[in-house]
């Protein structure tokens, strides 16, 4: 008999590993417009979304222009940034228009690793002053959400003069270290909960695709 007990193959190959789902899907409001932040996707698609906006407009070239600058500028920022996808509301309450954003981002691996609960406490740990973290339970997993109002930028492309609310929401990524990061934002401070409350519906929404 051998003295040899190193364990020998059985001459079949491991099952490989599963993967993590190909593509994601969210459910949002009707009024709300996407801009692929790919670059050769880009214009074509704000040059889309501001004809849409201006339709019956022919006497504001120079606000359409800078409309259209503007958005340009803030795509590629976002892409710059990490961002997947971008999404505007174009929905209006009434005759009054209900502006949000929805930036779609993966994290880099290595934060899944800490856990739900873990996360959130690493988040509140380093996140801004005032931002608020809580666990969103859902049959798909938990979501980590924070929440934060700050003061408008100085060069807030859209003028906007209101504080601004922010929501995040890090959706661990099945059989992967991956995150993927929902992060929304409103000026409409009168409303911010109705608003984040229509972002926890929207991140609840999210399903994957295998």
Do not use: C, H
């Amino acid at each position: 008999m051998s003295d040899d007990l190193t364990p020998r193959g059985t001459g079949r190959p491991a099952p490989a590993a599963p993967e993590p789902p190909s593509d994601y899907v969210l459910t949002l409001p009707e009024g709300w417009f996407r801009i692929p932040l790919d670059p050769e996707e880009l214009d074509a698609s704000v040059d889309a979304l501001v004809e849409r906006q201006f339709k019956g407009v022919d006497d504001a070239p120079q606000l359409k222009r800078q409309v259209r600058r503007d958005l340009v500028k803030r795509a590629r920022k976002t892409f710059r940034n990490g961002g997947i996808e971008f999404y505007l509301s174009l929905e209006m309450g009434g005759p009054v228009p209900v502006p949000a954003s929805l930036v779609v981002s993966l994290v880099p691996p290595g934060q899944n690793a800490l856990g739900s609960r873990e996360l959130a406490v690493s988040l509140a740990a380093s996140g801004p002053l005032g931002q608020e973290v809580s666990i969103l339970e859902r049959p798909t997993g938990d979501i980590i959400r924070t929440r934060v109002r700050s003061e408008p930028e100085p060069d807030d492309p859209t003028g906007n003069t209101l504080p601004v609310t922010s929501a995040g929401y890090y959706v661990s990524v099945p059989r992967s270290s991956a995150i993927l990061l929902l992060s929304f934002s409103t000026p409409l401070d009168p409303i911010a909960d109705a608003m984040v409350e229509l972002f926890d519906a929207i991140a609840g929404s999210l399903t994957w695709r295998e």
